[in-house]
């Protein structure tokens, strides 16, 4: 089973893991970290091998993190590569749909890699613009 770390600016993470819990109940072998204002990149590294640390007994860990370069997702980084004995990847951008299929499907893959990559077009598929659409009635159609 891959576990999951879920990092990000101010209350991301927890505001990410308080909907998950709500739409799905599954709050197992995820981890959450937030990276709050008065944290410093010492703190937050800190709070990430923590969270890594209690995910250890998983078969690797994909990290969710928010902003591609912001502190949170490069301090994941650098925990990736200080812990080469633990399989972790490190994925920016993130979003709830991600979120809720990984806790889905933690049990279905045997590397982060691979549930990285799966998620990856979930969250691109997920972000949609939606528009009022000119309605023509179709006397064929019972309405249904």
Do not use: W
Request: hydrophobic share 40%.
């Amino acid at each position: 089973m891959i576990g999951l770390l879920i990092t990000g600016h101010g209350h991301f993470a927890t505001g990410l893991g308080s909907s998950l819990k709500l739409i799905t109940g599954n709050t197992e072998n995820i981890a959450y970290v937030d990276f709050e204002a008065d944290h410093s990149t010492d703190t937050l590294t800190e709070n990430l091998n923590k969270a890594l640390d209690e995910l250890k007994s998983c078969d690797g860990v994909l990290v969710l993190s928010g902003l591609a370069g912001g502190s949170p997702c490069k301090c994941a980084v650098e925990c990736k590569f200080a812990r080469p004995d633990q399989a972790i990847e490190v994925v920016a951008g993130s979003n709830l749909p991600m979120l809720i299929e990984g806790s889905m499907m933690m049990g279905a893959f045997d590397s982060p890699l691979d549930m990285a990559e799966s998620l990856i077009p979930t969250g691109k598929d997920y972000i949609i613009r939606f528009e009022l659409a000119a309605h023509e009635d179709n006397a064929e159609e019972d309405g249904i």
